[in-house]
């Protein structure tokens, strides 16, 4: 059975940081693509970044709302999915997801393309 497990959320001033976690157990992740989602009050649970594995390199994809602010980077020591998320803003205030595809390493920005989710975690950024 194939676990994602979130956590490093919490409540953020705006302007500072925090670093979310995904580590994954039952499942091997490391060619396949796996992404960050947010959902924030009442609404949809949309795409925040993304990395995948394409013609033997790493890839990235980001949302233009994060762009330039969040980093997605895999820590293959950890065997993690790592989001850095710097100049946070109230705006960012959601519930994060962690997802991975089963089958492809190709980021794509459609949920229902990823075959297993995490839980969640909370952030909170305060103006």
């Known amino acids: 059975q194939v676990w994602l497990v979130e956590s490093g959320g919490g409540l953020a001033q705006a302007g500072s940081s925090l670093r979310l976690s995904c580590v994954a157990s039952g499942y091997n992740w490391r060619y396949y693509a796996v992404a960050w989602f947010r959902q924030g009050p009442g609404n949809t649970r949309d795409f925040v970044a993304g990395?995948?594995?394409?013609?033997?390199?790493?890839?990235?994809l980001y949302a233009d709302s994060v762009k330039g602010r969040f980093t997605i980077s895999r820590d293959l020591t950890k065997k993690s999915v790592e989001l850095q998320m710097n100049d946070l803003k109230p705006e960012d205030t959601a519930v994060y997801y962690c997802a991975a595809r089963s089958t492809s390493g190709r980021v794509t920005v459609s949920a229902d393309r990823y075959t297993y989710w995490g839980r969640g975690t909370q952030a909170t950024v305060n103006s």
């Open positions: 990395t995948g594995w394409s013609d033997g390199a790493d890839t990235t």
